[in-house]
């Protein structure tokens, strides 16, 4: 079992930036592929990107390719999505999402088995 807890959302202008956190409660974070996902109102749940786990590649989406960046710091058993030129399309609830598998689409939400509660980033224009 993996606990995620985020953080780190909140209100932010059109162009501007935001760093969420994702903690987890397993300190071997290198074992899990994590990944980050969206959901606005009334929409499907979507990728935003996600880290693969041993090797850390990391792969986005092509809506935030070049905005959005995913880290992670092993020590504090922490993965980060560090976002730039925020635009009001951006504005959803985002969770983080960790997978311990091998082999799967890690694009798709159902390849994962342990998901945080989300939090809140709106984006005003």
């Known amino acids: 079992q993996v606990q995620l807890v985020e953080s780190g959302g909140g209100l932010v202008q059109a162009g501007g930036s935001l760093r969420l956190s994702c903690a987890a409660s397993?300190?071997?974070?290198?074992?899990?592929?994590m990944g980050w996902f969206r959901q606005a109102p009334g929409m499907e749940r979507e990728l935003v990107g996600y880290i693969t786990r041993v090797s850390g590649s990391s792969y986005y989406a092509d809506s935030v390719k070049g905005r959005f960046t995913i880290s992670r710091d092993g020590a504090k058993s922490t993965v980060y999505l560090q976002m730039n030129s925020l635009e009001p399309e951006d504005t959803a609830v985002y969770s983080c999402?960790?997978?311990?598998?091998?082999?799967?689409?890690?694009?798709?939400?159902?390849?994962?088995?342990?998901w945080g509660q989300g939090t809140q980033v709106t984006v005003s224009s």
């Open positions: 397993r300190r071997t974070l290198s074992l899990y592929n």
């Open positions: 999402a960790a997978s311990p598998r091998y082999g799967l689409d890690f694009g798709l939400p159902r390849s994962y088995d342990y």
